[in-house]
């Protein structure tokens, strides 16, 4: 929920500046799909299946901060989305964290079944 609700806080911010938090670039689109992405986070998280969406949400993210890395996919997510390298390094470590906070939810709900 905390990783949806920061999605549609900046999503929100990008929709009215081309940079966030002073380093990250932005666009309309990108705005659009972070809120998108913040209240799904939201939803899911209210309904007890945000271990999915942090899953869903690692999966992409790092696979659109390795993008802006290869060269014929930094042309689209640079063309498209207009994010800079700042910005690919933030989707990899929150993607990175997202599927921690997956893995990690997984192995405490069994335990604690256990």
């Known amino acids: 929920m905390i990783i949806g609700a920061l999605l549609l806080i900046e999503g929100v911010w990008e929709l009215f500046s ?17 809120i998108v992405l913040g209240i ?4 899911s998280g209210w309904r007890g299946c945000g271990r999915g969406f942090a899953i869903f949400l690692g999966l992409l ?7 802006w890395f290869v060269p014929a996919g930094n042309e689209l997510v640079v063309r498209f989305f207009n994010l ?3 910005v690919a390094v933030v989707n990899l470590i929150v993607g990175a964290v997202s599927l921690l906070v997956a893995l990690t939810s997984r192995r405490a709900a069994s335990l604690e079944t256990s």
């Open 40 to 43: 799904a986070g939201l939803w």
């Open 61 to 67: 993210l790092i696979v659109v901060g390795i993008c």
């Open 84 to 86: 800079n390298q700042a």
């Open 18 to 34: 081309p940079v966030v938090f002073g380093i990250l670039t932005s666009n309309t689109l990108h705005g659009v799909i972070h």
